[in-house]
């Protein structure tokens, strides 16, 4: 069975490999040129991404080691959402998770697609402010250092590519808006 997606036409679909957070998509396709080939796609849990600011202008970000870039990276709060959890639910969750924070504001920062090309996987951002302090509660595959620093600094770090996780970039400078 033929179907259509956009200008390509695809004429045959298989999972490659699947696990609980992605799916590799191998489509056989008769590309815009009108030549057969294959396209591979990468379907992964929708997430979140959490930019915690207190009172006094300073931010709260994880550092923490990242098995698939192999190297320890600095980033908002982020994770996946559940099954049957709205996106903020999720944000919520993934905070007090993470740092221990509850917070009474939050503001929606809009949605970012990763890398358009091979990954399907909406990020959802959000500012979080008005913050209480609780206690954390990583999962088990987490070792998370919450750093603290003025919300300025933060942006320096993205100008000098201290920071690189493409959702806290984006939502760094989306939350700049906001934070005064």
């Given at each position: ?7 390509w036409v ?5 999972s490659?490999?699947k696990?609980?957070w ?7 396709v ?5 030549k057969e080939?294959?396209?591979?796609t990468?379907?992964?849990?929708d997430?979140?991404?959490?930019i915690p ?9 994880t ?8 190297r320890?990276?600095?980033?908002a709060?982020?994770?996946g ?15 007090k998770?993470e ?6 504001k ?16 909406e990020n959802h951002?959000y ?6 302090k ?8 987490e070792?998370i250092?919450?750093?603290?620093m003025?919300?300025k600094e933060s942006?320096n ?5 201290e920071?690189t996780?493409g959702?806290?970039v984006?939502?760094?400078l ?6 005064k």
């Amino acid at each position: 069975m033929k179907k259509k997606r956009g200008p390509w036409v695809i004429i045959g679909t298989k999972s490659a490999y699947k696990n609980p957070w992605i799916e590799v998509i191998e489509d056989k396709v008769i590309r815009p040129d009108g030549k057969e080939g294959i396209f591979g796609t990468i379907t992964m849990k929708d997430g979140v991404s959490v930019i915690p600011v207190d009172d006094k202008g300073n931010v709260y970000l994880t550092k923490e080691y990242h098995y698939a870039v192999g190297r320890i990276t600095i980033e908002a709060v982020s994770g996946g959402i559940d099954n049957g959890e709205t996106k903020l639910q999720a944000a919520k969750r993934e905070l007090k998770e993470e740092t221990g924070f509850n917070a009474k504001k939050w503001t929606d920062l809009g949605t970012l697609d990763p890398f358009t090309s091979v990954i399907k996987s909406e990020n959802h951002m959000y500012l979080a402010q008005g913050l209480t302090k609780g206690k954390a509660a990583p999962e088990g595959t987490e070792l998370i250092r919450v750093i603290k620093m003025p919300f300025k600094e933060s942006l320096n770090m993205v100008k000098k590519s201290e920071i690189t996780h493409g959702a806290t970039v984006a939502a760094l400078l989306k939350a700049k808006e906001y934070v005064k």
